[in-house]
């Protein structure tokens, strides 16, 4: 069972930046494949990021490829996103999410999800 936290969100201008974390408790975070995903009013989840449980295999969407990067600290049981040159349509509530194996881009696959984080990009 993993419990998800996420948090660093709130209002930037667009081309700012934030960085959003996402504490992890629970035994079998250190094997957990973690992502990002984002929903913004009126659509559909989508993914954002994903990370191995070693860290060494990463997978962006094409929408944010070169702008966020995820890491992860499992001694800290910790995954962050920083997000770079933030435009207006990267605003959504972030969520933080895990699942077994091998790290994923559909939200169906992950068993585990925090509340979210409201990220606002002004422009």
């Known amino acids: 069972q993993v419990q998800l936290v996420e948090s660093g969100g709130g209002l930037v201008q667009a081309g700012g930046s934030l960085r959003l974390s996402c504490a992890a408790s629970?035994?079998?975070?250190?094997?957990?494949?973690m992502g990002w995903f984002r929903q913004a009013p009126g659509k559909e989840r989508e993914f954002v990021a994903a990370?191995?449980?070693?860290?060494?295999?990463?997978n962006y969407a094409d929408s944010v490829k070169g702008r966020f990067t995820i890491s992860r600290d499992n001694a800290k049981k910790m995954v962050y996103l920083q997000m770079n040159s933030l435009k207006s349509e990267d605003t959504a509530v972030y969520y933080c999410g895990a699942k077994s194996g091998l790290l994923g881009s559909k939200w169906t696959e992950y068993n585990y999800w925090g509340q979210g984080t409201q990220v606002t990009v002004s422009s």
């Open positions: 629970g035994r079998t975070f250190s094997s957990a494949a």
């Open positions: 990370i191995s449980w070693t860290g060494r295999s990463t």
